[in-house]
């Protein structure tokens, strides 16, 4: 089945710097790679995401690429606040599956 | 908009017993929903797919004998996790959309099941 390595597993910036995470996977025949955040006693929020037909998304200060050759994809995120310490979650999905899930990057941002 | 409501948030049951949380969809057809285990420090493991009109999908590592999932409509699914045990505990979240793969997941808040 799906396979996803995230790494690195966590980072520690100053506010206003950028992060970059990155994630790949093993089934090519995954379409859909939604990224998630999750903070303590939250529900896991949907922050981005791109399909297999596309190379780059953007959304305010994310931005996702993503590389069909290589199944790579990088999570891109400018102007760091304090409200973006969470740990963030990529995922693949193909027809016939639910989401796999990477294992998470614990992103901490110090103002 | 699109919600997903789960319930109950939190629950404790004993070595042994048994407990059941739903998914309620809002604002959209859950024509499939999957639910997902997040053990203590650990990520979101998929425990089955199930798409309306077809055959629930169990991953590895997980059975219908232990978590028997209903999804009977498509705003509905319930799962069972029987017979619980110490590592059994963590975060339940069911994961809902509708059409096909590539559409967006909506997610409850999770049912978060502690095991004594």
């Known amino acids: 089945g799906e396979q996803v390595e995230q790494l690195p597993s966590s980072l520690i910036v100053q506010e206003g710097a950028s992060v970059l995470i990155n994630c790949s996977y093993t089934?090519?025949?995954?379409?859909?790679f939604p990224w998630y955040k999750q903070e303590p006693g939250k529900r896991l929020q949907f922050i981005i995401d791109?399909?297999?037909?596309?190379e780059r998304k953007q959304n305010q200060r994310l931005t996702l690429l993503f590389d069909k050759k290589t199944k790579h994809l990088s999570l891109h995120i400018t102007a760091t606040q304090p409200g973006d310490s969470a740990i963030y979650f990529c995922?693949?999905?193909?027809?016939?599956?639910?989401?796999?899930f990477g294992l998470g990057t614990r992103v901490s941002v110090f103002p | 908009g699109a919600l997903v409501y789960q319930y109950p948030r939190r629950t404790i049951c004993k070595s042994g017993t048994s407990m059941r949380m739903e998914c309620q969809a809002v604002?959209?057809?859950?024509?499939?929903v999957a639910w997902y285990r997040q053990s203590p420090q650990k990520t979101f493991e998929l425990i089955a797919l199930?798409?309306?009109?077809?055959?629930?999908?169990?991953e590895q590592n997980f059975t219908q004998e232990k978590f028997p999932i209903s999804h009977p409509n498509l705003s509905f699914s319930s799962m069972t996790v029987l017979n619980a045990y110490l590592e059994d505990r963590g975060l339940y979240l069911c994961?809902?959309?509708?059409?096909?793969?590539?559409?967006?997941?909506?997610f409850g808040k999770g049912t978060r099941l502690t095991v004594v």
């Open positions: 995922s693949a999905r193909n027809y016939a599956q639910g989401l796999t």
């Open positions: 791109i399909r297999s037909n596309m």
């Open positions: 199930s798409t309306v009109n077809s055959a629930i999908k169990y």
């Open positions: 994961g809902a959309n509708s059409g096909t793969a590539n559409t967006e997941v909506f």
């Open positions: 089934d090519s025949a995954s379409v859909y």
């Open positions: 604002g959209f057809q859950a024509t499939s």
